[in-house]
């Protein structure tokens, strides 16, 4: 009744779907798979994370950054 992805469900496996998307959005802003990986386990593993660590969830290298030409000219 409910497509895959979609919240309700019950029989797409929606864990791998969302690696999958995650890993994708990923690779258009990191040039490597081990900063992706990184990036999206610190995200996926939120709930787990100190105060500390919250701090510093988002803190990536900027240099290691894709470069894209600009989309509206």
Not at 24 to 51: E, Y
Request: charged share 25%.
């Amino acid at each position: 009744m409910y497509p895959s992805g979609h919240a309700r469900n019950t029989s797409a496996d929606l864990k791998a779907i969302l690696d999958h998307k995650n890993h994708m959005l990923g690779d258009i802003v990191f040039a490597d798979r081990a900063a992706v990986d990184g990036f999206v386990g610190n995200l996926q593993n939120m709930k787990n994370l100190s105060a500390e660590d919250m701090v510093t969830v988002y803190d990536f290298d900027y240099s290691k950054m894709r470069e894209h030409d600009c989309i509206d000219g």
